[in-house]
Structure formats: structure tokens, C-alpha cells
């Protein structure tokens, strides 16, 4: 492959292929992402975590069933402040929110699973020498996990908060080696968190979270990854399999997390 020279940019995949199907009551009126959030879309939130890393070039993947809205509507408000204000008859802003943010849409194409949206998203970005990803429903109000991994050591690298036993049924468990992942878990329930307890140790376990960042070496692996056929392609999984023979960085972070797919208490 081809790889490009991004000259100082950041790339980024923001992976929203998702149809939010625990939200089932209203996902299919409105994506999960542009759910509001204090007072704003959780997607907004995300691009104003994105954009704190300066220049960045970032590709929205989302669900095709979403591509009517996202084309005719969500793309124009997210990036031309300036017509909400005229056609509101406002004053209009200074600038644009995000003005160093070239992003871009494209409908998830493909086998449904979050690997085919880093796929389509290195592919559309030109095969970077490394993409950053983003899942847009996993928001840490009170951290920036993106420029945690940035500052990290160069490398495939991944984000994940403390351990605990109530939310590692709907969370991928890390088991973690000087600050290395050495086995990944989807979703344990609660008998086989109970196993990594004991094998391990409370204190070797993680649990990961949305934000990764991935190198060529790793996106030109999960070109050619095959998953078992009876385990869901996840990119989690395809982690935990690199991971056996490239290291992955685990890089903590405390913020809890806002899941925007998480089903209404």
C-alpha cells in the first residue's frame, strides 16, 4: 500500500456505524451520537475532544440507514455554523467551530462490525501511517483520552479505566503486564470475571475503552484478520490477538464514561 505523508496532521476514524439498537425507542429517528449531552450532541463533544489535537483530518464512518441525515442535514450543521445563523437571522460567528477539523462522511461499508469502519476509513484517508479511532458514543467529560495516547509512546496503543466487577459484563477486560495488554476478555460475565480475579490479580485487570491508537503495522494486520467463525469480528478481539506477538500500550485514564448506547435507566 501506498502511504501518505500527512505532514504534521492527525488522522482519525470516528466510528459510528451503529444503528443503537439498546436505544431502540428513538435510534431509529435520530443516530445514538447526536443524542444531547449537556445542553449539546454527543457528537459534539467528540469533535471538540478531536479537535484539541490540533490539525486533524478525520472520517465519520456511520450506518448506512443514517446516510439521508447525516448527507442532507448533520453534515452541513456540523461544519457551516455560519448558515444556522443566517437562516436564523442572528449575527453570525467569528469563525468556525472546529477550523483546524477537515472531516468528512462516509456510509459504513461492508460487514457490520466496527473493524469494517476503520477499514473504510484508512482506505478513504489514503492508508495513514497511523489513525487514531474514536468510538462516537463513549464520551469521558472529564478527560481527554485522545491526547493521552498522542503523548504516549509511539505504537498501537489503547485506552482503559479501573477495573471493576459490575461493569466488565459490557466492557472489554484487559489483562494487563507492565502496562502491556496480554489478553483481552469481550464482555466476561460475572463467573468469568470472577476467574480473571483469581488468576490474575484485581490489580493486572483493565477495562478498555472507546479510544485507540493504531499504527500501519497494526491497520495492514486487520486487512487480512480472519476471525474464528464463531466469535464476532470486534476490533477488541483483533487487539488481543496482535497483541500476542506486537506489544500494545495500555494507557490509563480515571474520567468515568457517558455511553450514549447504553439503554435509558
Not at 504534521?8 to 428513538?26: H, M, P, S, Y
Not at 474514536?134 to 481527554?144: G, I, K, R, S, V
Request: aromatic letters at 8%; charged letters at 25%; hydrophobic letters at 40%.
Amino acid at each position: 500500500m501506498k502511504l501518505v505523508d500527512n505532514h504534521g496532521r492527525t488522522d482519525v476514524v470516528i466510528a459510528a456505524g451503529g444503528l443503537g439498537t439498546r436505544r431502540e425507542k428513538w435510534s431509529r429517528y435520530l443516530p445514538k451520537e447526536f443524542y444531547p449531552v449537556r445542553g449539546i450532541p454527543g457528537i459534539v463533544h467528540v469533535l471538540d475532544e478531536i479537535a484539541r489535537m490540533g490539525r486533524v483530518r478525520a472520517a465519520m464512518v456511520h450506518h448506512p440507514y443514517y446516510e439521508r441525515f447525516i448527507l442532507a442535514w448533520a453534515s452541513r450543521a456540523l461544519i457551516d455554523s455560519q448558515e444556522y445563523a443566517r437562516a436564523a437571522e442572528r449575527p453570525l460567528p467569528r469563525g468556525p467551530r472546529w477550523p483546524d477539523l477537515d472531516l468528512r462522511f462516509t456510509a459504513q461499508r461492508g460487514p457490520y462490525s466496527d473493524i469494517t469502519s476503520v477499514l473504510n476509513a484508512d482506505a478513504m484517508l489514503g492508508h495513514p501511517h497511523e489513525l487514531y479511532v474514536a468510538y462516537a458514543d463513549n464520551l469521558y467529560p472529564e478527560d481527554a483520552p485522545l491526547l493521552r495516547l498522542r503523548d504516549a509512546d509511539g505504537g498501537t496503543s489503547v485506552i482503559a479505566r479501573p477495573y471493576n466487577r459490575v461493569e466488565a459484563p459490557s466492557r472489554g477486560v484487559i489483562v494487563c503486564d507492565r502496562g502491556l495488554m496480554v489478553d483481552l476478555v469481550e464482555k466476561p460475565d460475572e463467573s468469568t470475571a470472577r476467574g480473571l480475579e483469581r488468576e490474575h490479580g484485581p490489580d493486572a485487570l483493565v477495562l478498555l475503552e472507546g479510544r485507540a491508537r493504531t499504527d500501519r503495522s497494526f491497520l495492514d494486520f486487520l486487512w487480512s484478520y480472519r476471525p474464528d467463525h464463531a466469535m464476532e469480528p470486534k476490533l477488541s478481539l483483533a487487539l488481543s490477538v496482535y497483541a500476542r506477538t506486537h506489544p500494545v500500550r495500555v494507557c490509563p485514564v480515571s474520567s468515568p464514561v457517558t455511553d450514549l448506547g447504553a439503554p435509558a435507566p
